[in-house]
């Protein structure tokens, strides 16, 4: 019964920690996007937009990346069988990519409080969708718990990545296009007049 509650405390931690990783590179995106906007707008957004960071960065996520370890582990060490499952090694393995995704998260959030931004808005959506990535692999693992079907299962992952990728490539060429289209109608706007 007390491997239940672990168990229900570690899914509960490992929400928490991907609604955070999600919504903080948003955060990042829409940092980056109001760093370049002209004064006063790029200070009152990009002043809010890192206080919105902090508090979700140090209040949930990094709270809930380490609730998602202590009991991660603690199921590892109540039922230690989990560990001569092969399908167990390569969530591992995800989730130690994950640890550093989430340590990445952190390099750039330090750049933008110093006021850097060093990845454009449109290579932190890219990144963003690495987290997305991760998630499909580490519940399909958890779920399917089996590594026999591993070659199809990453085939689909990669397929996946890729429509998450080309999806990122559409949006960014739709956003182009309309900011070209805006100016065009300002001017016959003005030529009606």
Same mark, same amino acid.
């Given at each position: 019964?007390?491997? !239940?509650?672990?168990?229900?405390?570690?899914?509960?931690?490992?929400?928490?920690?991907?609604?955070?990783?999600?919504?903080?590179?948003?955060?990042?995106?829409?940092?980056?996007?109001?760093?370049?906007?002209?004064?006063?707008?790029?200070?009152?957004?990009?002043?809010?937009?890192?206080?919105?960071?902090?508090?979700?960065?140090?209040?949930?996520?990094?709270?809930?990346?380490?609730?998602?370890?202590?009991?991660?582990?603690?199921?590892?060490?109540?039922?230690?069988?989990?560990?001569?499952?092969?399908?167990?090694?390569?969530?591992?393995?995800?989730?130690?990519?994950?640890?550093?995704?989430?340590?990445?998260?952190?390099?750039?959030?330090?750049?933008?409080?110093?006021?850097?931004?060093?990845?454009?808005?449109?290579?932190?959506?890219?990144? !963003?969708?690495?987290?997305?990535?991760?998630?499909?692999?580490?519940?399909?693992?958890?779920?399917?718990?089996?590594?026999?079907?591993?070659?199809?299962?990453?085939?689909?992952?990669?397929?996946?990545?890729?429509?998450?990728?080309?999806?990122?490539?559409?949006?960014?060429?739709?956003?182009?296009?309309?900011?070209?289209?805006?100016?065009?109608?300002?001017?016959? !706007?003005?030529?009606?007049?």
């Amino acid at each position: 019964m007390e491997y !239940n509650y672990i168990k229900a405390l570690h899914v509960i931690f490992v929400v928490c920690w991907f609604a955070g990783l999600f919504y903080i590179v948003r955060l990042f995106i829409y940092t980056a996007e109001a760093y370049g906007k002209e004064e006063p707008a790029k200070s009152i957004l990009t002043q809010q937009l890192l206080v919105m960071q902090k508090k979700l960065w140090f209040i949930i996520t990094w709270p809930s990346a380490i609730g998602t370890i202590i009991f991660g582990t603690w199921m590892l060490v109540e039922n230690p069988v989990l560990l001569h499952q092969p399908w167990m090694w390569l969530k591992l393995i995800f989730v130690g990519v994950l640890i550093l995704y989430h340590l990445q998260c952190h390099v750039i959030y330090k750049q933008q409080t110093a006021g850097l931004y060093k990845l454009s808005s449109f290579k932190l959506r890219l990144f !963003n969708e690495l987290a997305t990535v991760l998630l499909v692999a580490i519940v399909f693992l958890v779920i399917v718990k089996s590594s026999s079907g591993l070659v199809w299962g990453m085939l689909g992952l990669f397929m996946f990545a890729a429509l998450l990728m080309g999806g990122v490539f559409v949006y960014k060429k739709q956003r182009k296009a309309i900011k070209e289209i805006k100016p065009k109608d300002a001017e016959q !706007n003005i030529e009606h007049l």
